[in-house]
């Protein structure tokens, strides 16, 4: 089966970057397979298979093999067609609603979120990394200002809510792993447990971050 095509719509359209790249603005869309994104501006690289996104970002996209539905809202973002993976920076927030085995709603808020679609992961950071691969999407503001990340997952069984410095989320297995300053809160409302972990900073194996299922 061939590989769906990145189709990018705007009311108006430049050619840039002497023919290597297009940028569209008022209205733009993007979509891919069950892949959708709008902003208020893109710069497609068709060559890299890369659309940057600048303004009112919003990403959705449907999973029909995991059973779930995915929303983020962002101020910037970048897609990857090739790897079906992304970011999103500034104010950034995210859904997913889950109907498979279980019903299950994952919220998360962040100040950087990168999305992986063949792993089902997805980062959270307050702020991207300032050296490797996600240098360049530093974002221009004080660390202090971008959300502190936290995921809250709710489900028939309970709700677990989790605060760090660096979050990531594993929607096939339904586990967060979290590093740095991390607060966590359980809720068992099958036999009305309620456990509040003020500070969580060591898992019981003693490794460097926090864990929860």
Known sequence: MDAPKTVVKGQRM???KRGESVAFSHGVTLTRGDDFMSADRM??????GITEAWGNVYLRRNDPARGTRSEAW???????SNQTSGTL????????????????????????????SRSGA??????????????RFQPPWPAGVAPRPRVVVEEPGG?????GNVLT???DDNRVTAEGSVRAYWEDRKGGAVVNLPRLN??????PHGAAR
């Open 202 to 207: 060591k898992r019981k194996n003693g490794g």
């Open 89 to 116: 920076r500034g104010n950034v927030f995210t859904e997913i609603r889950e109907s498979t085995p279980t019903e299950r709603l994952t919220r998360a808020w962040a100040g950087f979120l990168s999305f992986d």
């Open 74 to 80: 962002g101020d910037e973002g970048t897609y990857d």
């Open 169 to 171: 989320y594993y929607q």
């Open 122 to 135: 997805l980062l959270l950071e307050r702020t991207p990394a300032t050296s490797g691969p996600r240098a």
């Open 14 to 16: 430049e050619v840039i």
């Open 159 to 163: 709700r677990r809510d989790l605060w």
């Open 43 to 48: 710069i497609n690289h068709e060559k890299q």
